[in-house]
């Protein structure tokens, strides 16, 4: 059941290593110069057996995964809804990490890919009908003009697989950090505020920018939520647990920016 999602959507899947179509063959994807790729029975399909640990762990999206729940980013999950063209069929979450947003967004037949493969495994926990991939953005396991919406939420991009495998009029939403984002924890660390600007211009060289959404809201925390917060950002990876009190944290602000680009 949990491999049959794969199969009923082969012809949106290409083979990440040389490209071909793939077919079935008994339980395994493989393609026409026999790459074999086997979805698992906990329902994704590892396309990067020699992938090397991460430092986005299991414990970084158990945390995420409590705030996305606790509704801190519903503002958010609804402005990118409602950017979601109401006859796309098929999204790609490039860079879905856990699959909180991929599973309050999907639609249709809906692909989230991560090279985390902690992230992946969690997203794919319980059974959804989301094909779930541990991949690489830079060699997407997804085949040619396929797609029409991806999402591409506080995650890199790579904009020559995304036009690669979006639909000519497909659609790209990509949310961003702005200035003022958990700028309670830079405070905490002692960093400075940053800008977006290079993004934007990056994004500009493959696509054409449609419009920005800005999305910003404030939220007192309790110290579990705090203490989330500090697991969940790459700003605390190299910093000292010492210096990371969650009791000082007791506010934080959302400041996003959703860019709509064809
Ligand atoms: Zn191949």
């Not at 609804?78 to 063209?85: G, V």
Request: proline content about 4%.
């Amino acid at each position: 059941m949990s491999a049959a999602k794969f199969f009923e959507h082969i012809d949106l899947l290409r083979c990440p290593v040389c490209g071909t179509a793939f077919s079935r063959a008994a339980q395994s994807l493989v393609c026409e110069n026999g790459h074999t790729f086997d979805p698992s029975r906990k329902g994704y399909v590892h396309f990067l057996p020699n992938a090397k640990p991460s430092k986005y762990d299991a414990a970084l999206f158990e945390a995420r995964r409590r705030i996305l729940e606790a509704g801190f980013y519903d503002g958010v999950i609804r402005a990118i809804s409602a950017a979601i063209p109401s006859d796309a069929d098929v999204l790609l979450d490039a860079g879905c990490g856990d699959g909180t947003f991929t599973k309050a967004l999907g639609r249709g037949v809906t692909i989230g890919i991560d090279n985390a493969k902690d992230a992946i495994a969690l997203a794919a926990r319980g059974g959804n009908s989301i094909l779930w991939t541990v991949g690489d953005l830079t060699r997407m396991p997804v085949a040619d003009a396929s797609v029409d919406v991806i999402l591409n939420l506080f995650s890199p991009a790579h904009y020559g697989e995304f036009r690669r495998v979006l639909k000519p009029d497909g659609r790209l939403l990509k949310l961003v950090p702005q200035s003022d984002y958990l700028k309670e924890i830079r405070a905490l660390l002692g960093e400075r505020d940053y800008s977006n600007e290079a993004v934007v211009s990056h994004l500009c060289e493959r696509f054409r920018l449609l419009d920005r959404v800005r999305i910003t809201e404030s939220f007192d925390l309790d110290e579990r939520q705090a203490a989330d917060f500090l697991a969940m950002t790459p700003l605390t990876f190299d910093v000292a647990p010492d210096r990371l009190d969650a009791s000082q944290l007791t506010h934080i602000t959302i400041d996003v920016e959703l860019l709509i680009a064809q």
